[in-house]
């Protein structure tokens, strides 16, 4: 998928429980994302990043927290995982001139289950 | 903020025939509307996108309109084929907290017959 890794791939995990979700990529573009995947819902951005160490809210931010140490890695925590949480998380990235015409690419995804 | 809906959530066609989706949005300033097609197991892709000097685009057997007065935008795919079965996300530029963001509709789950 063009440079971007998701791990793991799939996941079940116990509510309550913490959990890291990791995307990577070797494109080395400054903007990386975090949605979920739901039915009826479509994309919801859960956090963003637009550099190293800079990060944003996105709509459905509660119980989520991100981290970006390096421009090719961006991780997703799920402090205390509830079953509210079972989704399909994607991760993509842009390079972003500036512009506000740009497209992204996203990863394979990570179907995580709270059980 | 940017808010995009998108219908119809489900779409059944025969091969051959044309399948349209239509997407609505919020704020007029947006300028760029990108469609994804993610297929099963997979992340989405993207398709086709229109800037909002252009008011239709083509690329084969697709085409994307704009109506920038009306907010809306629609993909268009013609003598579908059983490969075209997937699930087709619209989306539209948000800016919030200075940055660019695409924000998605809820998605189309296109089914073509043989």
């Known amino acids: 998928d063009a440079g971007i890794t998701q791990s793991p791939r799939h996941k079940v995990t116990e509510t309550g429980t913490p959990v890291t979700l990791r995307c990577h990529q070797t494109e080395n573009h400054r903007y990386m994302y975090w949605y979920r995947q739901d039915p009826g819902h479509g994309l919801r951005l859960i956090h963003y990043?637009?550099?190293?160490?800079?990060?944003d809210k996105g709509e459905v931010s509660d119980g989520y927290s991100v981290s970006r140490s390096k421009t090719e890695d961006f991780l997703l925590t799920l402090e205390s995982a509830t079953s509210s949480q079972t989704s399909v998380y994607f991760c993509a990235i842009s390079d972003n001139p500036g512009s506000r015409l740009y497209g992204y690419t996203f990863g394979s995804g990570t179907r995580l289950t709270v059980v | 903020g940017e808010n995009v809906e998108q219908h119809p959530s489900t779409l059944s066609v025969q091969e051959g025939d044309s399948a349209v989706i239509k997407c609505t949005y919020s704020?007029?300033?947006?300028?760029?509307f990108p469609w994804y097609k993610q297929e099963l197991g997979k992340g989405p892709q993207l398709i086709i996108d229109i800037r909002s000097n252009v008011g239709e685009k083509k690329d084969q057997r697709i085409a994307v309109t704009l109506n920038k007065t009306a907010k809306h935008f629609s993909l268009h795919i013609t003598e579908t084929q059983p490969e075209d079965s997937a699930v087709y996300f619209c989306?539209?530029?948000?800016?919030?907290?200075?940055?660019?963001?695409?924000?998605f509709g809820a998605g189309t789950r296109l089914a073509v017959h043989p």
């Open positions: 704020d007029s300033a947006s300028n760029y």
């Open positions: 990043s637009y550099g190293v160490k800079d990060t």
């Open positions: 989306a539209a530029i948000g800016v919030s907290g200075g940055y660019n963001k695409l924000i």
